[in-house]
């Protein structure tokens, strides 16, 4: 349909709106939108100056724009990801699992004035969605410069409100002395193990995999940035021989990986995880960050014309850690944003713990 009306930011002759299940985006003067226009949303003409900033057209993608993707991304750490890459001028792609919340968190982008963001759902467990936003990715911006793997699971039951009552102060969830005073709050079952190691590991691989073609286009060398945790730490890990292994970057591949994932849900399943030298703290979650860890280097070796990096945020207050942590989302941001736009000639295949490179 075409109307005539005037907005917030300024008066517009036309606009066609069309309806799009699965994207929010601002492409060629045309906006596909999810939901509808609410009053004082920013429209802009094919010629203002801003559109030049903010706009694409079909698979032509511009050398001087950047695009990027970053999943997990309608809250905490990656909807902040999001608005920090996008205010550089980067024209960033959020996605997440639930399409109402995406599309939400774009629209409130938006009214901030970060048009540059566009939405698509994204259920990283679910190849058919990973197929489909990477075809959206190629017809509309022809090639991807950013990758930021943010999505993640806890792979744990909790009783939250027993956890609130226990106060547990930051320290001591760091320091791991909180592991046998949560025991009875904090579960791990094979199910809940299954959907994490799918989503923190396998999830992330196959999203990577799917993405790299695209990503190899980039003109000046792509980045790809894995949201790890301090649980995922070597030295964190009790077993000799698997530190050794998730160590050794000579041998690490992606057969090597999985096939420690397979034994540590064979040692979950038979109840061996403290036999086997697994964490005993949230073992499914440190055991994905580790494998992830690992991942990024194999991929950094691989991709020496990329610049492919895993951080640690920080111990920042999400709905993962139960809103234990003490950092705003803001601090925790900084990390992965500086990943993100790390210039030519950066570090690559290492470890961020939040803006400063640390070990493995």
Known sequence: MR???????????????????????WVTGICNIFVHLAPGNQIISRNHPKFTAMATNGNHSRVDLRYAVVT??????????????????????????DEKRGTDATCMLHNMGLTNVVFHQLDVLDPVSIESLAKFIKD?????????????????????????????DPE?????????MVQQ?????????????NTNFYGVQRLTEALLPL??????????????????ELWRIRGYDLRNELGDLETLNEEKLDSILKRFLKDLKENTLEAGGWSLMLPAYSI??????????????????????CVHPGYVNTD???????????EGARGPVKCALLPDGGPTGCYFDQTEVASF
């Open 215 to 232: 990503l190899q286009l980039s003109p000046s060398g792509a980045r790809i940035v894995n949201v790890s945790s301090l649980r995922g």
């Open 72 to 97: 997990g991304a309608n809250k905490g750490i990656g909807l902040e990801t999001v608005r920090q890459i996008a205010s550089k001028g980067v024209t960033v792609v959020l996605t997440a699992r």
């Open 288 to 309: 994905s960050k580790a494998t992830l860890n690992a991942y990024t280097r194999v991929l950094a070796k691989r991709h020496p014309n990329m610049l492919i990096n």
């Open 3 to 25: 109307s005539a009306f005037k907005t917030g930011f300024l008066s517009v002759d036309w606009i066609e709106v069309s309806i799009k299940h699965k994207s929010v985006d």
């Open 140 to 168: 509309r911006f022809g090639r991807l410069d950013i990758l930021v793997n943010n999505a993640g699971a806890s792979g744990v039951v909790v009783d939250e409100e027993r956890l609130r009552a226990m106060n547990i």
């Open 172 to 180: 001591t969830w760091l320091s791991g002395k909180a592991t046998n």
């Open 320 to 330: 993962i850690n139960w809103h234990t942590g003490p950092m705003p989302v803001e």
């Open 185 to 197: 709050v904090i579960k791990t079952s094979y199910e809940t193990a299954v959907e994490c190691l």
